[in-house]
């Protein structure tokens, strides 16, 4: 039996469990929430795991097995980002925890994808991740958003309350502003951490560049 691992974190990310859950218990949930097409569709996903005696293990794993780039063994069931996109969305309606980790964030994994970002940062507080937890380098997710240039994570971000002056952990401490390489973010940002506030429409600016794909990318399966 193979054992997949991730952790869950309570209490604002202050208290960390290693979670175990058997590897084809996600493949099972992830193989048919693959082909629900409608939340209607649900109902069968919900039997099956109200039969299983760790069902939120289980739904906190698959949520992240879904979108680590080495989850080779679901690439045939996910040939499309919509598949990934629309199952990552069942997940959170069956009550997927977001506040779990995979050596990054959750969030982190995500960020390439402003729409699912939005998602997250508007679910209910039980669900919602937390914008500012720094990892063991002391980087958070607005400075994961800021090294690859992605505006609209960068905004949605910031709206749900990130901290641009957070600094990680090197002997000279770097913030979000540092890590960023586009003129208008690190415009952006700056002004944040000045307490100005720029008349910068992030949300909707089209970047002029394809921003850097990091390594870990919900994209991994497009």
């Given at each position: 039996m193979t054992i997949f691992n991730f952790l869950r974190t309570y209490?604002?990310?202050?208290?960390?469990k290693e979670v175990e859950v058997n590897i084809n218990d996600l493949i099972l949930v992830l193989k048919k929430l693959s082909k629900v097409e409608d939340e209607t569709d649900l109902e069968e996903i919900r039997?099956?795991?109200?039969?299983?005696?760790?069902?939120?293990?289980?739904?906190?794993g698959s949520l992240i097995q879904l979108v680590i780039p080495h989850s080779k063994d679901l690439e045939k069931y996910f040939n499309n980002i919509?598949?990934?996109?629309r199952t990552f969305k069942w997940l959170l309606?069956?009550?997927?925890?977001?506040?779990?980790?995979?050596?990054?964030t959750l969030l982190c994994y995500c960020l390439?994808?402003?729409?699912?970002?939005?998602?997250m940062l508007q679910l209910p507080s039980s669900q919602k991740p937390n914008v500012d937890y720094q990892d063991e380098l002391g980087e958070t997710a607005l400075m994961e958003?800021?090294?690859?240039?992605?505006h609209q994570s960068i905004y949605h971000l910031i709206y749900a309350g990130a901290n641009p002056k957070l600094l990680n952990y090197k002997p000279i401490g770097q913030n979000?502003?540092?890590f960023a390489s586009a003129p208008n973010i690190i415009e952006y940002l700056v002004s944040l951490e000045y307490g100005k506030k720029l008349d910068i429409q992030l949300a909707v600016q089209e970047e002029k560049q394809p921003s850097k794909t990091?390594?870990?990318?919900?994209?991994?399966?497009?």
């Amino acid at each position: 039996m193979t054992i997949f691992n991730f952790l869950r974190t309570y209490d604002n990310w202050s208290n960390d469990k290693e979670v175990e859950v058997n590897i084809n218990d996600l493949i099972l949930v992830l193989k048919k929430l693959s082909k629900v097409e409608d939340e209607t569709d649900l109902e069968e996903i919900r039997t099956i795991l109200e039969a299983m005696p760790d069902k939120q293990d289980v739904l906190d794993g698959s949520l992240i097995q879904l979108v680590i780039p080495h989850s080779k063994d679901l690439e045939k069931y996910f040939n499309n980002i919509d598949i990934v996109k629309r199952t990552f969305k069942w997940l959170l309606l069956l009550g997927a925890n977001t506040n779990i980790k995979y050596e990054m964030t959750l969030l982190c994994y995500c960020l390439s994808d402003s729409a699912i970002v939005r998602m997250m940062l508007q679910l209910p507080s039980s669900q919602k991740p937390n914008v500012d937890y720094q990892d063991e380098l002391g980087e958070t997710a607005l400075m994961e958003a800021a090294k690859a240039n992605y505006h609209q994570s960068i905004y949605h971000l910031i709206y749900a309350g990130a901290n641009p002056k957070l600094l990680n952990y090197k002997p000279i401490g770097q913030n979000a502003s540092d890590f960023a390489s586009a003129p208008n973010i690190i415009e952006y940002l700056v002004s944040l951490e000045y307490g100005k506030k720029l008349d910068i429409q992030l949300a909707v600016q089209e970047e002029k560049q394809p921003s850097k794909t990091p390594k870990h990318s919900l994209f991994s399966f497009s």
